[in-house]
Nanobody, 128 residues
Framework: QVQLVESGGGLVQAGGSLKLSCAAS????????MGWYRQAPGKQRELVAG???????DYADSVKGRFTISRDNAKNTLYLQMNSLKPEDTAVYYC??????????????????????WGQGTQVTVSS
């Protein structure tokens, strides 16, 4: 089993930055692909950024150029650096992980609950 715990959310003004962290514990050797999803009020959960088994990354069009996903295997932690935040970025952000050797293309079509592991989420609120 793997446990994922997100942190780093909070309230920030538009144009500001936040860095989310996702600490993994347990059978972390089994993890390959990881990513960040978000769910805004009244909207479906969406993949924001993913890092595949081969290290390739991809982002939702709405965050390209503003968000950066990175992974520190030594610290068993996944990060999401969010810059130039907008009110529409307000959402609960979730970390996901999978044991499969997923490509980015596959990650973009998977439903949130199809991943092997996910965290409880961290709230990000961007004020205008």
């Amino acid at each position: 089993q793997v446990q994922l715990v997100e942190s780093g959310g909070g309230l920030v003004q538009a144009g500001g930055s936040l860095k989310l962290s996702c600490a993994a514990s347990g059978s972390i050797f089994s993890i390959n692909a990881m990513g960040w999803y978000r769910q805004a009020p009244g909207k479906q959960r969406e993949l924001v950024a993913g890092v595949a088994s081969d290290g390739s990354t991809d982002y939702a069009d709405s965050v390209k150029g503003r968000f950066t996903i990175s992974r520190d295997n030594a610290k068993n932690t996944l990060y999401l650096q969010m810059n130039s935040l907008k009110p529409e970025d307000t959402a609960v952000y979730y970390c996901v992980a999978d044991r499969a050797d997923l490509s980015i293309a596959t990650m973009t079509i998977l439903d949130f609950h199809e991943y092997d592991y996910w965290g409880q989420g961290t709230q990000v609120t961007v004020s205008s």
